[in-house]
């Protein structure tokens, strides 16, 4: 995103800076301009890189949360005090996940960490699609969804990242759009698992439409609309997430299905799966609601119940048919 933006922005007369919780690793990509998580890429001269926690903070004009899921809470936590009494930019969030401890959304997870710390609580927004970080560096063209409760935001957003290779469109469906962020990495995790156990291209496809259903039938019995789930930040992150031989939670499942223990594949890699504790979360909301998910619930089973896949997916073929269902 930093360097999305700082091709965007300098032009503007807007700087770019990148913060990071590791004081040690920010001294190392300020130094290098090169990070293991982006191969083959070299960070901008343009782009400060700090891992302090300070000015920089408090005089940005926007804030993008890029932070983990399951890390948001207690880093923003840390970040509060850097504020002080200054009213704090609006947060554009680029994370995809739910909480475990809390089954909340990022937007949530902001809002209520700066709630408790006594910060004034900004304008949040949501910036989601299909977006390999690869690509995005290369310039290659992306469409994505900003959404926001206000839609103010939402439009600055659209404007601010929009470029010749980015198209942003604007959205007011923020628990659609974060939803269908979090859910398709579970997915995504079947569909790798199809991939390592050579099951071929039509068990896939077929997966990608019912997995659509649980996540359409899920977001609906938690009041998104259900069309978000067929547009850009649904439907269309979902295929890129199966189908990119780039994509984490892909790479993970597959990794799974040719034998690999889920703690050494999680161990090894040098960026979060998502889709791991997201389905754990996923598990436990379903249940409280009622809701029928049984290609997540067979992905909770792999990775946290020790199930092998080759039993998981027998399962589901053996599951009863009847006239398909969407949500």
């Known amino acids: 995103m930093a360097l999305v933006l700082a091709d965007l922005l300098q032009s503007r007369g807007f700087g770019v800076t990148i913060w990071s919780p ?20 070299r960070l901008a001269d343009a782009v400060v890189v700090t891992g302090d926690d300070g000015r920089s903070l408090r005089e940005s004009t926007l804030l993008v949360n890029a932070i983990p ?21 609006p947060v554009v969030s680029v994370a995809k996940g739910i909480e475990t401890a809390t089954l909340t959304r ?19 927004a949501v910036l989601s699609g299909p977006t390999i970080a690869g690509e995005l560096a290369r310039r290659l063209p992306a469409v994505l969804v900003a959404a926001s409760d206000d839609p103010a935001l939402a439009e600055r957003v659209r404007e601010v990242f929009s470029s010749p290779w980015t198209r942003i469109y604007s959205h007011d469906d923020i628990l659609g759009v974060e939803l269908a962020g979090a859910l398709k990495n579970v997915i995504a995790i079947a569909a790798g698992i199809i991939d390592g156990a050579g099951l071929g291209t039509n068990a896939k496809s077929a997966l990608l439409a019912r997995g659509l ?43 799974i299905a040719k034998g690999a223990r ?64 969407i949500g």
């Open 262 to 325: 889920v703690d050494a594949v999680l161990a090894q890699g040098s960026s979060v799966v998502e889709g791991v504790p997201t389905a754990k979360a996923v598990r436990e909301l379903a249940g409280r609601l009622g809701v029928d998910l049984p290609i997540i619930d067979a992905v909770y089973a792999i990775v946290f119940g020790g199930r092998s896949p080759a039993d998981a997916l027998a399962d589901l073929m053996r599951r009863s048919t009847g006239a398909e269902k």
């Open 106 to 124: 990022p937007s949530q997870i902001l809002a209520d960490a700066l709630a408790a710390a006594g910060a004034a609580v900004p304008s949040i």
């Open 213 to 255: 259903a649980e996540i359409v039938r899920l977001g609906a019995a938690l009041g998104a609309r259900p069309e978000t789930f067929f547009g850009v930040a649904g439907v269309g992150d979902l295929a890129t997430t199966c189908f990119s031989p780039e994509g984490r939670n892909r790479s993970f499942g597959e990794a």
């Open 69 to 89: 899921t399951q890390f948001i809470r207690p880093t923003w936590t840390r970040l509060c005090p850097a504020f002080g009494t200054a009213r704090m930019a």
């Open 22 to 41: 590791f004081p040690a690793a920010a001294e190392e990509l300020r130094r290098t301009r090169v990070s293991v998580r982006l191969p083959g890429f």
